[in-house]
C-alpha cells in the first residue's frame, strides 16, 4: 500500500482551516458578539454601556446567585431592545430595569445572545400617594403611617389614541395594583444615554395612562393623559411633553395646572377657583364671558390660558352632559345637578316629599365628597342660601345634626332670608336611621302646672282651659324585641322632629297613664312637644287634666306611648307539681323571707301545704332555656298590710332565689314582665323611676 505523501496532508490540512475561515467569516458579518474572543473597537461613549454578552439562560442563572429573578415577559421595543424587568426572588417586586439588545444566535448553539444596554434601580411608591385620590371623597380618611411603601410589579407598554407616540426615545411604565387602583413609573430611554424615571402617577379607578393630542395647541409631540373619573366626578390630568436642551433627557413632562397668571382679572381668578373645585361648568361660563371681553379689545390670552381654557372646556362637557341625561334616579339627579353648578334645581329634590328628600340623603351617604369640595369654592365665589343648604346637608352626613345647624348658621350671611326655615328645613332632612326603632316607651310623669320653664325643642300650642302641663320623663324604650334603658345616646344628636316620629307621637300623641293608688284606672294625656338632652334622655311635654296631679303625690305613675302594652305572659303551671327537692327548698325560701319581714301566723309545714296549690308561671329570664319560676303572690294569699301587690318571687328551677320585692324598701320593685325576646326582661321601680332588669345568670 502506497503512503500519503506530506504534501497531501498539507494541503488537506490548508482546505479545512480555509473552511473553518469562511464559516467564522460568516457568523462574524451575521453576528460580530457572538466571537466572545472578538473585540471589536468601539467608541469610548458606546464601551461604558456595554456588558458582557449573554444568552438569558446566562443572565438568569448570574441574578438568580443573588436572590433576584429575571422577568418573563419583556417589553418589545423598536429597534430590536426589549426592556426587562429584574424581580425580588420572594416578593415578586420590580428592583432594577434592564435594557437589552438582541444580537441574533450563533451557528452552533442556536441561542439569542443579548447585551445589556443600561440599568437602573427601582424602589417602590409611597402609599399615602398611591392612595390620596381614592381618600379625597372621605369626611375622615383613615391615617396612613408615614413611611409605608407600595412595590411596582410589572412592565407595561403605554396605550395610544390614533396611534400618537413621542418622536424620540423608547416609553415604558412599571405599574403595581391594589383594589384602590393602579398606580406606577414612567420611564423613558434615549438610545445610547440614561434611562429617565419621567413621573410618578396613580389611579383609583385602575386605568393607566396613555398617549393623545389632548390640547388644541400645536405640539409635535402627544400629551400624556390619566382620566382618574371616579364617582362620576371627571379629573383628567394632562402632562405636555416638550423638547428641552437636556442632551440626556431632551423630552420631558410639563404639567397642565390651574395656577394662576399674572395680570388677570378677578372673573379669571374666579374662574379658576371654581375650576380647582370641581364647578367646570361655571367656571367655563366665566371663561367665556373673559375671551369675549379680550375680543372685543382685539386682544388675546396667553398659551398657558388657552391650556386652562382646554383643560376646562374638557371637563364641563362631561358634567354637562351628567346633569342633562337624568334618569329617574331622585338621588342622581341632585348629585349631578349639584355638580354642574345647578345648586338650585338641585336643592328642589330635598324640598320635595320624604321619599324623594329620603333618596337624595341616601346618595349622599356615599357621594357626599363629591360635592363638598364644590360647595366650598362656591361659597368663595358666588354664595347664595342654595350652597350654604347642601354645605349643612353634607355636614349633617359626615357629622351630627348639632354640628350641621351650627355650620349653617355660621355661613348664612342672606339677611332676606329667614335662618330658622333653615334650621327646620335642615331638621327634616336629618333622615339617616337613627339606630334604634322604638315600638314602646314606659316613663314617669310629674305636673308642671300652668307654665313651663324647659326649652321644649318643638313649638308647643297654647294651653288650653281646664288642662295643666305635665311633663313626662321616658325611662324604658322598646327597641325592635329589645327592651332599653334611659339615656338614649343614640338619639342624642338626632333630629326632634324625627325623633317624635319614630316614638309615633306624630299619628297618634295619647299617653296613658296608670293612675297610683286606683286600681286600674287610666288617664289619658296629649304629648305636645320633646325635649333630647345631650347624653339621649329624652322628655315629653303633655297636656291633660289637673285631676291627676293629686294622685302623684307620694306615687310613682306610669306612663305608656306607642303602640298598646300586654304584659308577657309565662307557661303556668302549680308548685306542688315541681320535683320535691326543688319544692322543698322554694317552701323553706319563702318561710324564710317572710319571717325576716314579720312574723308568719302558720308554721312551716302549714304554709307548705298551702304553697303546693299555689300557680306559678315558667319564664326564660336567665337564658332561653332557663325555665325559671315565677311566683306572684296576692294579697289573699300574703297579707302585708297596705303595699303594692302582687308580691313578686323569682326562683331558678333548681330553687335558687333570683329576685324578690317582699320588703318595701327592696332596691328594685316589681312592676311587670315584657313583652319581647327570650331571655326576657322584667320592669321594675328603682329609686324613683322604672327600668328593665336582666337577671343574669
Aim: glycine share 6%.
Amino acid at each position: 500500500m502506497q503512503g500519503i505523501s506530506i504534501s497531501r496532508i498539507t494541503l488537506l490540512l490548508a482546505i479545512a482551516a480555509m473552511g473553518v475561515g469562511i464559516v467564522l467569516s460568516i457568523q462574524f458579518l451575521i453576528n460580530p458578539f457572538s466571537l466572545p474572543w472578538v473585540e471589536l473597537d468601539q467608541p469610548a461613549t458606546i464601551a461604558q454601556t456595554l456588558s458582557s454578552i449573554q444568552t438569558l439562560d446566562q443572565v438568569k442563572a448570574e441574578l438568580l446567585d443573588s436572590q433576584f429573578l429575571l422577568g418573563d415577559q419583556p417589553l418589545i421595543l423598536k429597534d430590536n431592545f426589549q426592556v426587562y424587568p429584574v424581580l425580588d426572588k420572594d416578593s415578586k417586586a420590580i428592583r432594577q430595569i434592564r435594557i437589552y439588545q438582541t444580537l441574533g444566535a450563533d451557528l452552533w448553539q442556536q441561542q439569542k445572545k443579548f447585551r445589556l444596554i443600561k440599568q437602573t434601580e427601582v424602589t417602590e411608591l409611597e402609599e399615602a400617594f398611591i392612595k390620596a385620590p381614592s381618600l379625597k371623597y372621605q369626611a375622615h380618611p383613615p391615617q396612613i403611617k408615614e413611611g409605608n411603601t407600595l412595590a411596582l410589579t410589572q412592565l407595561q407598554s403605554i396605550p395610544s389614541i390614533n396611534g400618537e407616540a413621542p418622536s424620540q426615545g423608547l416609553w415604558f411604565m412599571a405599574i403595581g395594583k391594589l383594589k384602590e387602583g393602579v398606580y406606577g413609573r414612567v420611564f423613558s430611554y434615549m438610545p445610547n444615554q440614561a434611562i429617565n424615571m419621567e413621573l410618578e402617577w396613580t389611579n383609583p379607578n385602575g386605568k393607566i395612562p396613555h398617549w393623545q393630542r389632548f390640547l388644541t395647541l400645536q405640539n409635535p409631540e402627544p400629551d400624556l393623559v390619566i382620566d382618574q373619573t371616579q364617582n362620576l366626578d371627571p379629573r383628567f390630568l394632562v402632562f405636555r411633553l416638550e423638547a428641552t436642551t437636556n442632551s440626556t433627557n431632551p423630552l420631558q413632562f410639563r404639567t397642565l395646572n390651574l395656577h394662576e397668571a399674572p395680570a388677570m382679572p378677578k372673573i379669571y381668578s374666579d374662574a379658576l377657583v371654581l375650576a380647582s373645585g370641581g364647578l367646570w361648568s361655571p367656571a367655563l361660563a366665566k371663561f367665556e364671558s373673559l375671551k369675549a371681553d379680550l375680543q372685543a379689545k382685539n386682544d388675546q390670552w396667553e398659551p398657558v390660558i388657552q391650556e386652562q381654557y382646554d383643560l376646562i372646556r374638557y371637563h364641563a362637557q362631561i358634567t354637562a352632559d351628567l346633569a342633562q341625561n337624568l334618569d329617574a334616579d331622585y338621588g342622581m339627579n341632585s348629585l349631578a345637578l349639584a355638580m354642574n353648578g345647578q345648586w338650585v334645581e338641585a336643592f328642589q329634590n330635598l324640598q320635595g316629599s320624604e321619599f324623594v328628600a329620603k333618596s337624595v340623603i341616601d346618595t349622599l351617604a356615599t357621594k357626599a365628597g363629591n360635592i363638598w369640595l364644590r360647595v366650598d369654592a362656591a361659597l368663595a365665589v358666588e354664595p347664595i342660601p342654595e350652597i350654604v343648604l347642601w354645605g349643612s346637608v353634607i355636614v349633617l352626613q359626615w357629622d351630627d345634626l348639632p354640628t350641621a345647624e351650627q355650620w349653617l348658621r355660621s355661613h348664612w350671611q342672606f339677611p332676606k332670608r329667614d335662618v330658622s326655615e333653615a334650621i327646620s328645613l335642615l331638621q327634616r332632612l336629618d333622615l339617616a336611621p337613627l339606630g334604634i326603632d322604638p315600638q314602646q316607651f314606659i316613663g314617669t310623669i310629674q305636673l308642671l302646672g300652668n307654665s313651663t320653664d324647659r326649652p321644649w325643642q318643638i313649638t308647643p300650642p297654647p294651653l288650653l282651659d281646664g288642662q295643666t302641663w305635665y311633663e313626662v320623663d321616658i325611662s324604658v324604650i322598646r327597641d325592635q324585641e329589645v327592651w332599653r334603658n334611659a339615656p338614649f345616646p343614640k338619639l342624642a344628636k338626632r333630629s326632634k322632629l324625627m325623633i317624635w316620629k319614630a316614638l309615633g307621637l306624630e299619628t297618634n300623641n295619647i299617653l296613658t297613664v296608670d293612675v297610683p293608688n286606683r286600681e286600674g284606672e287610666t288617664i289619658d294625656l296629649i304629648a305636645q312637644s320633646i325635649w333630647v338632652g345631650e347624653d339621649g334622655q329624652i322628655k315629653l311635654l303633655a297636656t291633660g287634666a289637673p285631676e291627676l296631679g293629686q294622685s302623684l303625690t307620694n306615687a310613682l305613675g306610669l306612663v305608656k306611648g306607642g303602640n298598646i302594652f300586654f304584659e308577657a305572659r309565662g307557661t303556668y303551671d302549680t308548685l306542688g307539681n315541681l320535683n320535691s327537692g326543688v319544692f322543698d327548698q322554694i317552701s323553706r325560701t319563702i318561710y324564710q323571707q317572710l319571717s325576716a319581714y314579720g312574723k308568719v301566723s302558720v308554721s312551716e309545714a302549714e304554709l307548705s301545704q298551702k304553697l303546693s296549690r299555689w300557680s306559678l308561671e315558667q319564664v326564660n329570664l336567665q337564658t332561653k332555656t332557663s325555665k325559671d319560676i315565677l311566683l306572684k303572690i296576692d294579697r289573699d294569699k300574703v297579707d302585708l298590710g297596705d303595699r303594692s301587690y302582687p308580691i313578686v318571687m323569682i326562683f331558678s328551677k333548681n330553687g335558687d332565689l333570683l329576685f324578690e320585692d317582699i320588703s318595701p324598701s327592696a332596691p328594685n320593685q316589681w312592676v311587670a314582665l315584657l313583652p319581647g325576646a327570650e331571655p326576657q326582661k322584667i320592669l321594675v321601680k328603682t329609686n324613683g323611676n322604672y327600668q328593665s332588669l336582666a337577671l343574669t345568670p
